[in-house]
């Protein structure tokens, strides 16, 4: 049987995922939600039309009565599966991708996404009839976004926010944060500077991953306009990052870190203390776990992949879930990274003292990553030696997702890549030249 989901969801080109394919797996989503109530939304690619005429084809011919929510962001239609009580939700997008590629990202009703194990159960299910030889309805709900402005606004102060009136410079990387974005920070009190503030599934404005280098023109806008920060997203909107008013790129983990203490400065200010774990993946920086011990919380790791994430808040007793990429999970509002939510929390917290003063409370680390080219086999045999070798020196692993090796101010994973034949070798601690030391050691016990 042909394997078609990866780490969250199903990714391709047109000619690999294409309109036939989406159609048949979005029959095979129905017939694994038993024909329910299925919610749909698409990102802006320019291939997005068809595969959404082809993926509501398919729920409705498995009985599902699907509710088309349009052109929307990834937090914004997993926020509306809870809202309007759907069985499950199909999105169509690729993320943080390149334009020329697609996805379809499948969530279920309580705001989980299919991972790629629970993926291989609607895999199964490809080939089987499904519907009964009834089709579903279908029905439009234009007011998502409005909707998930409003669920956003709910958990911000907005009086300190209209009162402050920060500057921020926003870049929408012409994706559907172009949507929300803009009219949420104007709603909350913002003043706003706006780059690729249009949606083209083109991506002309930058390419869709907020890394870094892709962000050279927010950085240089925030400190040309004197504004007191920045913040970027990717294609879908669940990954964002910030720029702070010096022109400081501030990297996802942190990101994560941030949001931490905020949730806890604003439960402060309610006579309240801090509850529960903090969720996150095996690659994320130690910063976050220190930033948990200041506070009394543990910090619970999970493989890497935001379905896993999702599925370790869903278990409960969680603070907050969030990854390195700056994608965070706030469970009082939904079980999606939510860029817009992380967003308006910025804008609360500029009110209180500006980004750099907020970053000299999250630790600093140095990272350094590299890539082996090795088969699924060699893969296999790479993690298996510096396993065996950890084992051997008694080190404190976590072996969720490949095996991650813990020191007291350092750490370092190695992992085989789950959509290339590589093994990655991540390594962070206080110094620059420790982690560059500590992944040539790991890269020389992987190649044995």
């Known amino acids: 049987m042909a394997r078609y989901f990866g780490t969250n969801g199903v990714r391709g080109r047109i000619d690999e995922l294409t309109p036939e ?14 024909g329910g109530k299925m919610l749909l939304a698409r990102d802006c690619r320019l291939t997005g039309e068809v595969l959404h005429d082809a993926a509501v084809a398919g729920l409705a011919s498995a009985g599902c009565d699907v509710m088309d929510i349009g052109i929307a962001s990834s937090p914004t239609a997993e926020f509306m ?34 991972s790629k194990e629970r993926g291989e159960d609607i895999e199964a299910l490809l080939d089987k009839p499904a519907g009964g030889g009834k089709a579903g309805k279908v029905t439009r709900h234009e007011s998502a976004t409005d909707e998930h402005i409003g669920e956003i606004v709910r958990h911000v102060r907005t009086g ?29 009190g913002c003043v706003i500077l706006s780059l690729n503030s249009h949606m083209d599934g083109r991506f002309p404005g930058r390419p869709s991953e907020p890394s870094e280098a892709n962000v050279k023109d927010l950085i240089a806008l925030v400190k040309s306009s004197n504004a007191d920060a920045g913040i970027a997203w990717d294609g879908d909107g669940d990954r964002v990052i910030f720029v702070d008013e010096r022109g400081g790129y501030v990297i996802g983990d942190k990101v994560y870190a941030l949001s931490i203490l905020w949730k806890a400065a604003r439960l402060k200010t309610q006579n309240s203390k801090p509850a529960g774990d903090v969720v996150t993946t095996v690659a994320t920086s130690k910063a976050v776990e220190d930033v948990a011990k200041t506070l009394n919380l543990k910090t619970r790791y999970t493989a890497i992949g935001a379905p896993y994430l999702s599925e370790e808040v869903a278990r409960g007793g969680a603070f907050m879930g969030g990854e390195e990429v700056g994608g965070v999970i706030w469970p009082e509002s939904s079980l999606a990274k939510d860029g817009f939510l992380t967003a308006a929390k910025l804008a609360e ?11 000299k409370e999250v630790p600093v680390y140095f990272n350094v990553k590299i890539k082996l080219e090795a088969d699924a086999k060699a893969k296999e045999e790479m993690v298996a030696r510096v396993k065996a070798e950890t084992r051997k020196r008694k080190l404190k692993t976590i072996e969720v997702d490949g095996v991650r090796v813990n020191f007291k101010d350092s750490w370092v994973i190695v992992r085989a890549s789950g959509t290339e034949n590589y093994v990655r070798i991540f390594a962070e601690a206080k110094s620059e030249a420790e982690a560059k030391r500590l992944v040539q050691e790991y890269g020389g016990i992987a190649r044995g």
């Open 349 to 359: 917290a500029l009110c209180e003292k500006p980004l750099s003063e907020w970053l």
């Open 160 to 188: 300190r926010i209209k009162k402050k009136k920060p500057k921020i410079v926003i870049d929408c990387g012409n994706g559907t944060a172009a949507l929300i974005a803009p009219k949420l920070l104007k709603c909350l």
């Open 81 to 114: 599966v809870k809202k309007l009580k759907a069985d499950g939700c199909v999105i169509i997008t690729a993320s943080h991708n390149p334009p020329e590629w697609n996805g379809l990202k499948v969530v279920d009703a309580s705001g989980v996404a299919v």
């Open 21 to 34: 394919l989406a159609r048949r797996l979005s029959q095979a989503t129905g017939a694994y939600f038993k």
